[in-house]
T-cell receptor, first 110, second 113 residues
Framework: DAMVIQNPRYQVTQFGKPVTLSCSQTLNHNVMYWYQQKSSQAPKLLFHYYDKDFNNEADTPDNFQSRRPNTSFCFLDIRSPGLGDAAMYLC?????????FGPGTRLTVL | GEDVEQSLFLSVREGDSSVINCTYTDSSSTYLYWYKQEPGAGLQLLTYIFSNMDMKQDQRLTVLLNKKDKHLSLRIADTQTGDSAIYFCAESPRSYNTDKLIFGTGTRLQVFP
């Protein structure tokens, strides 16, 4: 089935150790998003790609970077994770007025 | 501002109707959405409504939109235990050139037998 896939589902890293989360899609959508969702909070948009055009939200910390090597894949890099970066990270895709979300990656920072 | 507000909790008995409310602030939003999130999972799009409509029905779900008051509601008929989840409303302000979503704080729906 066409879908949005996130790997891994659970990721544990150490304070300050770089980590990469991945997202892939079989929907061939041109827009891909990364959201951060902390416990009991609403998802918060970090950045998105419109094709290869990168759009960063004004309040996204520099610690968060993203790469989109092709239409299907998008990566979230956290250069130096802090305890405050522990959260669920959601990837979504869109080609119009609907966004389709992946299952998320839960990041734990020790 | 970009605040989308929802009540935090709703508890209903199985078989009753649930009504989840949302207020938003950006009147330019073209679409308004309802998402469902089960524990440890991603967001599932339940339904959405175009801003020129005031009601949309989809099986057990009814969405009502009051643009004048910037009020959106989701009614779930014959609520089941499988409906227990967090429900997020979201708006898509036209000021952004892509369909950026601003989510509400989420309403936790608990269904008891």
């Amino acid at each position: 089935d066409a879908m949005v896939i996130q790997n891994p589902r659970y990721q544990v890293t150490q304070f300050g150790k770089p980590v990469t989360l991945s997202c892939s899609q079989t929907l061939n959508h041109n827009v891909m998003y990364w959201y951060q969702q902390k416990s009991s909070q609403a998802p918060k948009l970090l950045f998105h790609y419109y094709d290869k055009d990168f759009n960063n939200e004004a309040d996204t910390p520099d610690n968060f970077q993203s790469r989109r090597p092709n239409t299907s894949f998008c990566f979230l890099d956290i250069r130096s994770p802090g305890l405050g970066d522990a959260a669920m990270y959601l990837c979504a895709t869109s080609t119009g007025n609907e966004q389709f979300f992946g299952p998320g990656t839960r990041l734990t920072v020790l | 501002g970009e605040d989308v507000e929802q009540s935090l909790f709703l508890s209903v008995r199985e078989g009753d109707s649930s009504v989840i409310n949302c207020t938003y602030t950006d009147s330019s939003s073209t679409y308004l959405y309802w998402y469902k999130q089960e524990p440890g999972a991603g967001l599932q799009l339940l339904t959405y409504i175009f801003s020129n409509m005031d009601m949309k029905q989809d099986q057990r779900l009814t969405v009502l939109l009051n643009k004048k008051d910037k009020h959106l509601s989701l009614r779930i008929a014959d609520t089941q235990t499988g409906d227990s989840a967090i429900y997020f409303c979201a708006e898509s302000p036209r000021s952004y050139n892509t369909d950026k979503l601003i989510f509400g704080t989420g309403t936790r729906l608990q269904v008891f037998p």
